[in-house]
């Protein structure tokens, strides 16, 4: 042998014309989707996906999304003219309907299909297949040990496997029996395909919440609107004051219910020094109908407590004040009548008015100004809210006249007056100073250009309208996910064998051994399980945790003793 590799040594000359005259396989067309759906189908393929489709859905935090608010995405592509384009083009303002993100989505979709499918047809044949075969020596098993029956108990080794197979049943093993009418009959025994099993049902539900979630983002929608005191929502898409539709949405879709908010409380804290004057509890009466021929039916609308109508929750998630105004141009006639929202700005619901009254002639009239509950003025002169109640409302306001600019077609934020293009009437800088109002007084605006009332006060409230078909069936998979992790982190795949014999003095001779798939640190505590039911079961004087091993015979057969061994199994004569 040392003379043969000398002689390789001494001539690499052929080796290495053998290696040049090698002729790798062609992997060809086939070959090569084999090898890409392989590759595809790994778990490791789909963790650097999910990977993957997180980092992809960062731009739709980054930048203004189209089915969101299309004016944002046009004043920012506008505003940013060298590089809007090219984002535009990137799809980067539809994120979750662009190309891209698509494809990531659909490759992970189909990679954990193709993880699944196979192992769950895999895992399938093994539940229908018997336990494996008994192992010739059981010695070489991790958990192993023996037993002896006495011959006085009469306990033949059919008997004792039978007996066996019955207890391993009660523990919940999947028992197959061999040859029980032979000299040496054996069993094995599995169990812990829940294992197994959880671990397809997290996979498969895995799966369930990419399907539910894309569902919602299909076919769900969302909106806002703000309601006051006495107005109603019908649920058309004329009727939010935002509306954000899914990719596939249809108007089809909307049901036709109607909601009124008849009246809306706010509890204040007025015990804790500390937190005087906190909001501690909202309440909104609310009127409703599921169809326009329905019977009206009351409810109570609540922060983390929804109205469900048409397959849409409704939530409450914001409130203010409305102060009810009435506007006459320079005519005389009402320009504008009705409750105006004011946006909280800070503590003690101190709120900002803006009102813009296009329809006075001869010239448009614009306000600005604040809401207070209850209002103090310190001794600068300058006006704050002490509570956020209604103890001493009042109005605080700038007036302007001029072209609003609402006829060229640009959008405008109700809240926001621009007024560079308009003239002042009022404002502190001014002979005819601000405007001051308390509920029931009239302002007559300077010039002739008419005159503003504060005729009441009003709440309102801000609802978020959902519409998420997918919701509940992610929460269900996500739920099952859950389940199946944990009983895939916490059952353990077991296999038992147990082999009997009769020996020659009469004595029964029983082995076991035992072996976990994957790492099992109570397997040890399962052996000793089997040993002390097989014990109590047959009557045998077991003591501890010691394993007992077949007894040592002498030269004429006759004095045999039972030697208890270690955990390092028997010793070759045994």
Known sequence: MSERVKANKKSPAPVAAAKADAALPVLGPLGMLRWAWTQLTSMRTALFLLLLLAVAAVPGSLFPQRPANPFVVTQYIKDNAEYGELLDTLQLFDVCSSAWFSAIYILLFISLIGCVVPRAIAHYKAMRSQPPRTPKRLSRLPEYGTLVVPASANFPASDAINSAAGLLRKRGYRVEVRDDDGARPSLGAERGFAKEVGNLVFHTSLIGVLVSVAIGGLFGYSGQRILVEGDTFVNTLVGYDQFTPGTNFQSSQLQPYSIQLDKFDVVFDRESPGKFGQPIDFNAEVTTRETPDAPAKQEVLKVNEPVTLGGTSIYLTGNGYAP?????????NVAMQGPVVAKLQGENYYSSVVIKVPDAKPDQLGFV??????????????????????????????????????????????????????????????????????????????DGKGSISFDSVKRYVGVDIHHNPGQLYALIFALLAVAGLIVSLYVNRRRVWIRTGTHDDGRTMVEYGLLARGEDHRLAGEAQAIRKLLAEEWDLDDSGSTQQTPSRQGDNGADSVTTPTGSAGPTKDQ
């Not at 009810?324 to 005389?332: K, L, N, P, S």
């Not at 209002?375 to 700038?398: H, V, Y």
């Not at 934020?413 to 100073?433: H, I, Q, Y």
């Open 369 to 446: 100004g604040f809401f207070l509950p209850t209002a103090f003025i310190t001794d600068e002169g300058i006006s704050f809210s002490g509570d956020p109640d209604l103890f001493n409302p009042q109005l605080t306001l700038n007036s302007y006249f001029g072209d609003l600019g609402l006829d060229n077609g640009s959008p405008q934020n109700v809240f926001e007056l621009d007024v560079a293009d308009l003239t002042p009437l009022n404002n502190r800088n001014l002979e005819a100073g601000g405007i001051t109002l308390a509920p029931g007084s009239t302002y007559t605006l300077p």
């Open 324 to 332: 009810v105004v009435t506007i006459r141009d320079g005519a005389g």
